[in-house]
């Protein structure tokens, strides 16, 4: 499967989920060209409105500029915004997205996003962007030195870095490989995730023994081990 087609089945798999939060915030990413950090920055002042065309404004290493959100994106981002200023009080100071905000939402980001589809960041997302992007283009450009350029305006690179991206002669940034440990704490908080929806008494006792099961399949210290175990119970006690 290739990577345009897995970050599909992502937003999918969001959408059923019914995260519309995470949903508009990754659109932003995957159809607009803005990186994670912007997305994670935006305030609900940053936006604004002309001819029924949303923009937002982004600043980047004190630098600002304009980003037009894509008409495909702009579906959801209107459906979003709408229901975040009718389910909270909100200003110009309020972020766009809460629970993605700032730093810690930067790391929010990206587990909800492992979650979803192992592999997956919004790193790996905006790479797929870039492809969507320049297929389209490809379209309807023969020049591919108007495409790499069009495709550089859009996602803040150089011509250079458009064109070697493209024709996959550089690897983007952030696609390291999770280390056995990271593999192992990813493991764990994809049950607390499964946990957090879960109401049936059944399924809870169900993924509880799971959960129990792969903590003695793991060798972490009986410290830890503790921890995880307690924290677990806390948790099943706090489910409505």
Known sequence: MDEIQKVEDLLNKIK???????QCALELIYRCG???KEVCSITIGDIKEKNNSYFIDTYTKKKKRVIKIDDMACVIFKIYLKSIKQSSETNDDSPLFPNYYKSKGEKNMTRHCQNHSKGITPTTIRSAGVKSYTESLSKAIMDKTVIYKMVSDKFRMTPKSAKDRIN???KPAGEKKLSNK???DLEIIRFFDKLGVLHSPSEISNLTKDFNDKIKQYDFQEEDKNNLIRMWKDKVLILP
């Open 16 to 22: 059923k989920n019914k995260n519309l939060e995470l």
């Open 182 to 184: 990271q593999e192992k």
């Open 34 to 36: 803005l990186k994670k």
């Open 168 to 170: 996959g002669t550089i």
